[in-house]
């Protein structure tokens, strides 16, 4: 059973990693360019806050959430509004961060652990919510620390981020329009204290191996595949290094080769 708890825990301290990096920023610094288009550090901040906003909805109040899904003016630019809307002076949009991955966390602690709470393309369980909002936190920290010229230590949570990255094998298939395969894969990632993470069958025919930052990196965007020390062996686990996306909805602008890192869409 998933110890909710101990996924909470891990979102705190991913949250407060994040947070202790802009928290001493100057304000002129909130400004800086990240390497999603169009996005500065305020609005990787705004965009955390605006998603536990919605998440927190999800947890609590079903109808307001799909109210705030139909209410979009325009659905391909969900992710964006949102972040603007949230955007705020540094100190303000800092406690709004705060305070709503605060009432997040207690709300998620406090739902039933067999509910399904609605999300975009999906519903999910708590503990699945948790463990996506670790992976969002985690991404687009890296877009922050890459914009101010800081490289974080890779830490054990990563696992969080490596088995969603796995459990969404078939959404990133789909995701591309392409035909979701049904030959299992495994992967075997080499985790940042030397230990091996290992996903799926161990006789599977399709293998991916390498650094377990590598793999996060890729299932979130944040580099192309020809960037990383990712190994594919089989026709489905190399397809899959094209199409991999831990996030919901539609396809991202993928980072190109050697260039910056893209935003999700949802």
Not at 101 to 116: D, S
Request: some cysteine; overall charge negative.
């Amino acid at each position: 059973m998933v110890d909710l708890t101990a996924l909470l825990a891990d979102l705190a301290a991913e949250s407060a990693q994040l947070d202790a990096l802009v928290a001493p920023l100057p304000p002129v610094e909130w400004d800086r360019p990240t390497p999603a288009p169009g996005w500065s550090v305020a609005h990787q901040i705004a965009h955390l806050a605006w998603t536990d906003h919605v998440a927190h909805l999800a947890a609590t109040d079903a109808a307001a959430f799909f109210a705030s899904v139909t209410a979009a003016p325009d659905p391909a630019r969900l992710v964006d509004d949102g972040a603007a809307a949230f955007l705020a002076p540094p100190a303000e949009l800092l406690a709004r961060w705060r305070d709503g991955r605060a009432a997040l966390a207690a709300a998620l602690a406090a739902a039933p652990p067999g509910e399904k709470l609605p999300w975009y393309g999906t519903g999910m369980s708590p503990a699945s919510m948790v463990t996506a909002r670790i992976m969002e936190t985690w991404a687009h920290g890296e877009d922050v620390a890459e914009a101010l010229g800081v490289e974080r230590v890779p830490t054990a949570r990563l696992r969080h981020v490596a088995h969603l990255g796995f459990r969404t094998l078939g959404h990133g298939f789909a995701a591309h329009g392409r035909p979701v395969p049904a030959a299992p894969v495994r992967v075997e990632l080499a985790a940042p204290d030397g230990a091996l993470w290992t996903f799926g069958p161990a006789d599977a025919a399709n293998l991916v191996t390498g650094p377990a930052l590598d793999f996060c990196l890729l299932v979130t965007q944040r580099r192309h595949r020809t960037d990383l020390a990712l190994v594919a062996t089989g026709p489905v686990a190399d397809e899959w290094l094209d199409v991999a996306q831990a996030f919901a909805g539609p396809p991202g602008a993928k980072r190109a080769a050697g260039s910056g890192h893209a935003k999700e869409t949802a």
